[in-house]
């Protein structure tokens, strides 16, 4: 099966190469790579299984410092770049991340001005190569994009993503050893050129694809695209695993297959948005309303950073109108809930320790300090309660930094996530 690939401008992503049932016979010729993997997971499973047993156990309960956990990918935007990146610095995001295809080799000019801005208002930068069929099939101009991309942008980013959401077939990779030929050569290209490899970028819950590729390539930073909106809420389970179960099994599984410490980034997730037709990139429940995407995004966050083992987290991505921070389809751009729930978040959480988690049967509650200040960030999964805390409470702050009324130490703890300051 060789389909062309074909780009949905919508909803930023390819069209699926085939239609299902074809997609699923032809996963038979990939057989001998499946069963390698099985043979790849079997001698790492014991490793694996007593890191993640005991970074269960130990979740949660070590104190981990959060300097610059905070990540949002942008994206160029004809004669609106200004826009772009004015709405980026209200954000107070430092950490960046632009996507450049392969396809558009021709236009890495456009993308050098675009990353020359943004590096002039003082952000860092990460860049995510993309990848499509034509590159399995004529390799060379694949390492040719990566040779001009490398030289042409180290001056402003030292860390560049290989490959992207391989793990899914209308990206153009069939199986993990089309992506291994593709990232190889990046691995000399990239000491000639002094710059930094993140990777595998292997999107959703498949930490089975991690042994095979880190055992070839050593990725200065590894990266997954952990997406979890088919589980509806961040708290939910798939598979009988959680958001922060999911995240301590790829700890373990990232620390049973590499030798040193490696940062563990989450290079891309989000929550798609109820309504916006053509324009969301998924179907069904994945969908939710914007109150509940921002909501879902502060805890999404909170439950992963928390929990010491991933030191970054981008959304994807600051403008879209299916998923984004931001809805491009007004005239003038409409800022959604979400984009005020990250900036207060970003304000409050950014430079802080975070402590421990508060125990409770029914909320979410976490502890940090900044500046000596104590806080909490609360939640409930569905209904409301009222919380008496044992400590003297100072003020209560909203999901988008509101005032929130208490009395008495008593908090009502939402879905929607609130800043509770303790004298």
């Given at each position: 099966?060789?389909?062309d690939f074909r780009w949905n401008p919508y909803a930023d992503q390819p069209h699926n190469v085939a239609p299902k049932k074809q997609r699923f016979w032809n996963h038979f010729r990939f057989a001998p790579s499946y069963?390698?993997?099985?043979?790849?997971?079997?001698?790492?499973?014991?490793?694996?299984?007593?890191?993640?047993?005991?970074?269960?156990?130990?979740?949660?309960?070590?104190?981990?410092?959060?300097?610059?956990?905070?990540?949002?990918?942008?994206?160029?935007?004809?004669?609106?770049?200004?826009?772009?990146?004015?709405?980026?610095?209200?954000?107070?995001?430092?950490?960046?991340?632009?996507?450049?295809?392969?396809?558009?080799?021709?236009?890495?000019?456009?993308?050098?001005?675009?990353?020359?801005?943004?590096?002039?208002?003082?952000?860092?930068?990460?860049?995510?190569?993309?990848?499509?069929?034509?590159?399995?099939?004529?390799?060379?101009?694949?390492?040719?994009?990566?040779?001009?991309?490398?030289?042409?942008?180290?001056?402003?980013?030292?860390?560049?993503?290989?490959?992207?959401?391989?793990?899914?077939?209308?990206?153009?990779?069939?199986?993990?050893?089309?992506?291994?030929?593709?990232?190889?050569?990046?691995?000399?290209?990239?000491?000639?050129?002094?710059?930094?490899?993140?990777?595998?970028?292997?999107?959703?819950?498949?930490?089975?694809?991690?042994?095979?590729?880190?055992?070839?390539?050593?990725?200065?930073?590894?990266?997954?695209?952990?997406?979890?909106?088919?589980?509806?809420?961040?708290?939910?389970?798939?598979?009988?695993?959680?958001?922060?179960?999911?995240?301590?099994?790829?700890?373990?599984?990232?620390?049973?297959?590499?030798?040193?410490?490696?940062?563990?980034?989450?290079?891309?997730?989000?929550?798609?948005?109820?309504?916006?037709?053509?324009?969301?990139?998924?179907?069904?429940?994945?969908?939710?309303?914007?109150?509940?995407?921002?909501?879902?995004?502060?805890?999404?966050?909170?439950?992963?950073?928390?929990?010491?083992?991933?030191?970054?987290?981008?959304?994807?991505?600051?403008?879209?109108?299916?998923?984004?921070?931001?809805?491009?389809?007004?005239?003038?751009?409409?800022?959604?809930?979400?984009?005020?729930?990250?900036?207060?978040?970003?304000?409050?959480?950014?430079?802080?320790?975070?402590?421990?988690?508060?125990?409770?049967?029914?909320?979410?509650?976490?502890?940090?300090?900044?500046?000596?200040?104590?806080?909490?960030?609360?939640?409930?999964?569905?209904?409301?309660?009222?919380?008496?805390?044992?400590?003297?409470?100072?003020?209560?702050?909203?999901?988008?930094?509101?005032?929130?009324?208490?009395?008495?130490?008593?908090?009502?703890?939402?879905?929607?996530?609130?800043?509770?300051?303790?004298?």
């Amino acid at each position: 099966m060789e389909q062309d690939f074909r780009w949905n401008p919508y909803a930023d992503q390819p069209h699926n190469v085939a239609p299902k049932k074809q997609r699923f016979w032809n996963h038979f010729r990939f057989a001998p790579s499946y069963l390698s993997l099985l043979s790849s997971n079997a001698r790492k499973a014991l490793p694996v299984l007593y890191r993640y047993r005991r970074y269960r156990k130990t979740m949660y309960k070590t104190p981990s410092p959060l300097h610059h956990p905070f990540g949002v990918a942008v994206s160029p935007f004809p004669q609106r770049d200004e826009e772009v990146l004015d709405s980026l610095e209200m954000l107070g995001v430092h950490k960046t991340l632009v996507r450049i295809p392969s396809w558009d080799m021709e236009r890495l000019r456009y993308y050098e001005n675009f990353l020359r801005q943004i590096k002039q208002r003082g952000l860092d930068i990460m860049i995510s190569l993309l990848q499509r069929r034509e590159d399995v099939r004529n390799p060379e101009v694949w390492v040719r994009f990566l040779d001009d991309a490398f030289a042409r942008f180290k001056p402003f980013c030292s860390l560049f993503e290989i490959g992207h959401a391989w793990n899914r077939t209308k990206w153009g990779i069939w199986d993990y050893r089309e992506y291994l030929r593709l990232v190889e050569p990046s691995v000399s290209l990239a000491k000639k050129n002094a710059i930094h490899l993140v990777g595998p970028a292997v999107i959703d819950f498949e930490f089975h694809l991690y042994p095979v590729v880190l055992k070839k390539i050593a990725f200065d930073h590894i990266s997954s695209l952990l997406y979890v909106d088919r589980s509806g809420a961040p708290e939910n389970t798939q598979f009988g695993w959680n958001t922060p179960g999911k995240v301590a099994l790829l700890k373990a599984v990232v620390d049973a297959c590499v030798k040193e410490k490696k940062n563990i980034w989450i290079t891309e997730m989000n929550w798609p948005i109820a309504g916006t037709g053509k324009y969301s990139p998924a179907a069904g429940k994945m969908n939710v309303s914007e109150e509940e995407q921002a909501d879902y995004l502060v805890r999404y966050f909170i439950l992963c950073l928390s929990t010491g083992f991933v030191d970054r987290i981008y959304w994807w991505q600051l403008v879209a109108p299916g998923y984004g921070l931001i809805d491009s389809r007004p005239k003038v751009w409409q800022k959604r809930p979400s984009f005020f729930a990250l900036k207060a978040m970003v304000d409050r959480i950014e430079g802080s320790l975070f402590v421990k988690k508060i125990p409770h049967s029914e909320a979410f509650m976490f502890l940090f300090r900044k500046q000596e200040k104590p806080f909490a960030v609360c939640w409930t999964k569905g209904s409301s309660l009222e919380h008496a805390f044992p400590r003297s409470v100072l003020r209560v702050e909203s999901r988008d930094g509101g005032g929130v009324a208490v009395q008495d130490n008593r908090v009502r703890l939402t879905p929607s996530p609130q800043y509770v300051y303790f004298r």
